[in-house]
Every structure is written in C-alpha cells, then in structure tokens.
C-alpha cells in the first residue's frame, strides 16, 4: 500500500480514537432520508464583504510557497478554458501550473521584494481563447514584484510590473481555520449541543472523523480551488451500530453531505452552508485533551 496513503488511515484511525473507541462493527454508508430544513441566516457582519489588508512578508518560502489560482488581470475577471493557476515551489525554485489552456513551468527568484519568472515554457495544445494565454504569459514575464493582501480566510497575490502597476491577481484559499476539534451547537438551526457530537477536521490530511453517541464517522474532505470557501465532504462511512439516537446521526451525516462552503463566526464559531446559503451545522471549536481531563475527574 502507497506510505502516503497508508499514513492518512493510521491518522484517521488515530483522530478517531481520540474521540471515541470506534464500534467493532463493519462500516457501512448510510443512506439519505427525508427531513425538514430550517433556513438559517448568519450574522450579517459574518457575511458582510470588506477591506483587504495587507500582509506583512516575513517568510516569503512559507508564505508564498504552493498553488495561487487567476483571480484577474489589471483588476479585470480573465475567462480561461481551464483553471489558471501557478505553483510555487520554494525547494526548487521553480513554477508550474497552466496558463488557462497549457501547461506550464519555469523558474522564478525572489530577492526581498523583487520576483521574476524566467526560462518560461508552455505545452503546445491549441486554445479557445489563445488571446487570455498569451496575456497571462506576457504578464508573468513582466512581472518585477508582488504584494499579499488579505481578506477573511482568503489570500491574494499581486503580482507588479517594474513600475508597481498591478498585472495580475492570483487567490489561495485559506481553510486552516477549519482544522481542529468541534463539537456540534447547532444542525439545521435546532441547538444539539447536549448531544454531545464531536467533529474532528484535518485539512493537511483531508480527512473528517466524527463521533455520535453510539457510532463513528470517517470521510474525505474535498476543496474546490476554484470556489470561494469550498469544502465537501465525500464518501462518508458510520459504524453500523443501532443506538437510540440513530436519527440525530442520520441527520448529521445528511449535512455533512450537503455541505458546500463554510464561513468563520468568530474566533470559535464555524458555519456549514449548503449550496444555497443555509447553514446546516454550527460547530464550536473544542479542546479535545481538556475534554479526556474533565472525563476522567
């Protein structure tokens, strides 16, 4: 078995265990069933669009380092035939990714303030749009500086030509937030919290490990780069152990599935929307440790 792979089930298998010894029983995907959804709204200052602020560059590897999807050109939306994207990779110094139409890598150096990217090549497949290809690539070869400005959980790279103008604007989402140990407030606006439902999120990993009172939950998180706040959650698997409370579990594993984004409250708070705006699970972030301590007093 692949190490990489064989790495994320002994995670997994390890998240789990710290919530609850997970039943002997084999796993098996519960099926949808019919419930009623109550439409919540957030704050209004959860939502409300703001200001970017600028991100202070002290660690320009860390930082910088992986994928930074097109976000726009000269501060206009760019339509390409495939996703846009450059990598940074800091071991090497080198850049990869797609000019919306082909492949590409090259190399860039960065020295303070100052980015070039040079020995720039494409592969040869015919585009489209080739205008937008030709555009982009232009622009990466002009570029002569950058700046990193921020906005909620989203990053934004801004590359600059020698003159400081804006060429383009690159966008990395930024879901770390969602990592850690959660306990269930609210699903589909009923307050669930005596319940005592924990969800464990692993975003490095992309995994899901989750505890009811009876049975565990294991699953996938997948991110669309091209989405703003993107999250679902995929192949997700219960224990097979009947409890009395198999319908809150049901209903847990409905929202999960249904998720499609997810926003910040606040420092401790999270939403899961689903893909019309309501949210479906409120979440409250934990200390798992503190939790086992108090158990055993």
């Given at each position: 078995m692949?190490?990489?792979?064989?790495?994320?089930?002994?995670?997994?298998?390890?998240l789990?265990?710290?919530?609850?010894?997970?039943?002997?029983?084999?796993?098996?995907?519960?099926?949808?069933?019919?419930?009623?959804?109550?439409?919540?709204?957030l704050?209004?200052?959860?939502?409300?669009v703001?200001?970017?602020?600028?991100?202070?560059?002290?660690?320009?590897?860390?930082?910088?380092?992986?994928?930074?999807?097109?976000?726009?050109?000269?501060?206009?939306?760019v339509?390409t035939?495939?996703?846009?994207?450059?990598?940074?990779?800091?071991?090497?110094?080198?850049?990869?990714?797609?000019?919306?139409?082909?492949?590409?890598?090259?190399?860039?150096?960065?020295?303070g303030?100052?980015?070039t990217?040079?020995?720039?090549?494409?592969?040869?497949?015919?585009?489209?749009?080739?205008?937008?290809?030709?555009?982009?690539m232009?622009?990466?070869?002009?570029?002569?500086?950058?700046?990193?400005?921020?906005?909620?959980?989203m990053?934004?790279?801004?590359?600059?030509?020698?003159?400081?103008?804006?060429?383009m604007?690159?966008?990395?989402?930024?879901?770390d937030?969602?990592?850690?140990?959660?306990?269930?407030k609210?699903?589909?606006?009923?307050?669930?919290?005596?319940?005592?439902?924990k969800?464990?999120?692993?975003?490095?990993?992309?995994?899901?490990?989750?505890?009811?009172s009876?049975?565990?939950?294991?699953?996938i998180?997948?991110?669309?780069?091209?989405?703003?706040?993107?999250?679902?959650?995929e192949?997700?698997?219960?224990?097979?152990?009947?409890?009395?409370d198999?319908?809150?579990?049901?209903?847990?594993l409905?929202a999960l599935?249904?998720?499609a984004?997810?926003?910040?409250?606040?420092?401790?708070?999270?939403?899961?929307?689903?893909?019309?705006?309501?949210?479906?699970?409120?979440?409250?972030k934990?200390?798992?440790?503190?939790?086992?301590?108090?158990?055993?007093?």
């Open positions: 692949h190490k990489k792979h064989m790495k994320k089930i002994i995670i997994s298998l390890v789990a265990a710290c919530l609850l010894p997970a039943p002997e029983a084999a796993f098996a995907r519960k099926k949808k069933t019919g419930h009623n959804k109550q439409a919540i709204e704050e209004q200052d959860a939502l409300t703001g200001q970017a602020v600028a991100v202070a560059i002290t660690d320009p590897a860390r930082q910088l380092y992986g994928e930074w999807t097109l976000e726009s050109m000269k501060k206009k939306p339509v035939e495939e996703r846009a994207y450059i990598y940074l990779d800091f071991n090497a110094h080198k850049v990869y990714g797609n000019n919306g139409c082909n492949a590409l890598n090259g190399d860039f150096k960065l020295n303030r100052n980015l990217f040079s020995n720039m090549i494409t592969t040869s497949g015919e585009c489209y749009g080739p205008s937008a290809e030709r555009t982009i232009r622009a990466l070869a002009d570029t002569r500086g950058f700046q990193v400005t921020q906005l909620y959980n990053e934004y790279l801004h590359l600059t030509n020698a003159k400081g103008q804006e060429l604007t690159l966008r990395r989402q930024n879901l937030f969602l990592n850690g140990a959660w306990q269930l609210e699903l589909n606006g009923d307050n669930i919290m005596d319940k005592n439902v969800v464990v999120i692993d975003i490095p990993m992309l995994t899901i490990n989750a505890v009811t009876c049975n565990v939950i294991n699953g998180v997948h991110i669309d780069p091209t989405k703003h706040y993107d999250v679902q959650f192949d997700l698997q219960s224990s097979h152990s009947l409890c009395p198999i319908q809150l579990e049901t209903d847990v409905i599935e249904e998720t984004t997810c926003k910040a409250i606040n420092n401790s708070e999270m939403a899961l929307l689903d893909n019309k705006g309501n949210m479906v699970l409120r979440l409250v934990i200390d798992l440790r503190k939790d086992r301590k108090q158990a055993k007093q």
